[in-house]
């Protein structure tokens, strides 16, 4: 089948191991038994398409359970509050090369985010002097979605298709945020 790269006895077992599987939980998960696992890694049979299709859902479902969204995530979260100033929030975002900031209470709470792209629309319909000392408040956008540390990349993945960024959060606090070019960054190294 042309552009269809079925993989190798050998590649099948490098994935299995790399996803944490042992030969008896794939089996199990694909809903298929241990010697036809044992037999497709040795090379001894050609599987059925679609055995082979659930045997690699399986394993893929492993590899993204196995990541750790904590090693992709930037920590610490850069905030600002909400009676900064925009001029602040310019200087952070020059300064670290950032594109978005949270903006959180006095309890820590997320109340909203300022986005460079809602800056540049602000600064073209006002003079830029006079959006500098408004205060961040007057500008923010909504919060960008909060997700727990236990999250799953696939859902990031999509949320990053709406969003500039997703924020990562434990009991209340955040903890981390990832971005659109964090997530390619993780996808290229493995």
Do not use: C, W
Request: proline share 6%; net charge positive.
């Amino acid at each position: 089948m042309a552009g269809i790269r079925i993989p190798s006895p050998k590649d099948l077992r490098k994935l299995r191991i790399k996803a944490g599987l042992t030969q008896k939980e794939l089996a199990r998960r694909a809903g298929v038994s241990q010697s036809l696992i044992a037999r497709i890694e040795k090379g001894d049979i050609n599987p059925r398409l679609s055995t082979l299709q659930k045997i690699l859902e399986v394993i893929n479902e492993a590899l993204e359970e196995s990541e750790d969204i904590t090693k992709i995530m930037h920590s610490p979260v850069i905030t600002l509050k909400p009676d900064d100033l925009v001029e602040k929030a310019v200087k952070l975002m020059d300064k670290y090369g950032i594109s978005q900031i949270p903006v959180v209470d006095e309890q820590g709470k997320i109340v909203g985010t300022v986005i460079d792209t809602t800056l540049l629309k602000r600064v073209l319909e006002e003079k830029s002097e006079i959006l500098f000392k408004r205060r961040v408040s007057e500008v923010m956008d909504p919060p960008l979605p909060a997700l727990p540390p236990s999250i799953k990349i696939s859902t990031v993945s999509l949320l990053l298709f709406e969003y500039p960024a997703v924020l990562i959060v434990d009991k209340g606090k955040i903890i981390g945020i990832i971005t659109k070019i964090d997530l390619i960054k993780a996808k290229a190294q493995s």
